[in-house]
């Protein structure tokens, strides 16, 4: 990716959110309560719908390759439906 103000501000908040749901993942792996697994859940889909957003950006800017990009972008979309899916299965 180009060095601009702009591709580094959506790389860092893509990284940042990216990583948020992967923790918050990791952590209603660890709840006891159904409530509690249900509340970090929904965080993980939060931050899952902030990392396709900076995706849907960097790929309308069609900055960095084209072919990662789409992977991305359907990737997030699989995982925000998984864990959308386990809210409702638990609920």
Request: charged residues 30%; proline residues 0%.
């Amino acid at each position: 990716m180009n060095k601009s103000f702009e591709n580094e501000y959506y790389k860092n908040q893509l990284i940042r959110s990216s990583g948020s749901s992967s923790l918050n993942f990791g952590e209603a792996q660890g709840t006891i309560s159904d409530k509690d697994f249900i509340f970090k859940l929904t965080l993980v889909v939060k931050e899952l719908k902030e990392s396709r957003n900076s995706l849907k950006i960097l790929n309308y800017i069609k900055e960095g390759d084209e072919i990662t990009r789409i992977l991305l972008l359907k990737e997030v979309e699989e995982l925000i439906a998984i864990s959308s899916k386990m809210i409702i299965n638990k609920k």
